[in-house]
């Protein structure tokens, strides 16, 4: 069945420093999303990546979509404390349900 | 600010208890969703409701029994459960089901089973 990993499971930097989760599925996927859920918190959408190769920027966030639509970033530069919590990965084929990563969880020193 | 509200937030319930959890939101979304999510792990699929009919039970015990009244409220219904049942339950919705679209999560209902 479909899978999709994410790794690593946990990452801790200094502040200022840059992060990356990597997500990759053993199928093609039709779209990846990415959440992120802050400790005691519920998981919030980030973005959605649709389109073969797509890169898309949120402030210091940046998303991309593999070329084969198997595998997924996302990079933080400069992090900061608020950048804390638990990122997810999820994917889908075409008509089947979302599939949620285990997910990484950042921490973040000042 | 969630738009997804649950209610309880937090809930402490016996092994012969029978309890419900519930879901409201007014974003005329007509897919609502139940997830389960144990700590430090991702959120399960359990249940979807698309325009207001179950079209995906992922294998979940009977004792978890989902209703949706119409298309602003989704409730689960517990009965019998078992320790290992306690988690962070989470309500979603969609704006119409088709799978690939973004979901907007409630706060959830943090379950004790005793």
């Known amino acids: 069945g479909q899978q999709v990993m994410q790794i690593p499971q946990y990452q801790h930097v200094q502040e200022g420093e840059d992060f990356t989760t990597y997500c990759n599925s053993s199928t093609t996927l039709s779209n990846i999303q990415w959440y992120k859920q802050r400790p005691g918190g519920h998981p919030v959408f980030l973005i959605q990546?649709?389109?073969?190769?797509e890169v898309k920027k949120q402030k210091r966030l940046t998303f991309q979509f593999g070329e084969a639509k198997k595998n997924s970033s996302l990079h933080i530069t400069a992090t900061q404390t608020t950048d804390v919590g638990t990122y997810f990965c999820a994917g889908n084929q075409a008509g089947t349900a979302l599939i949620f990563g285990k997910g990484t969880t950042l921490s973040v020193s000042s | 600010d969630t738009e997804v509200t649950q209610t309880p937030k937090h809930l402490v319930m016996g092994m012969t208890n029978k309890k419900s959890l519930k879901c409201e939101q007014h974003?005329?979304?007509?897919?609502m969703y139940w997830y389960k999510q144990k700590a430090k792990k991702p959120p399960e699929l359990m249940f979807v409701?698309?325009?207001?009919?179950?079209?995906i039970n992922e294998s979940v015990p009977s004792r978890f029994s989902p209703e949706c009244p119409n298309s602003s409220l989704l409730n689960l219904h517990l009965h019998a459960l078992q320790p290992e049942d306690s988690a962070l339950y989470l309500c979603a919705s969609s704006q119409d089901g088709t799978r690939s679209e973004k979901l907007f999560f409630g706060s959830g209902t943090q379950l004790s089973v005793l």
């Open positions: 974003m005329g979304h007509r897919a």
């Open positions: 409701y698309s325009y207001e009919k179950l079209s």
């Open positions: 990546l649709v389109k073969s190769g």
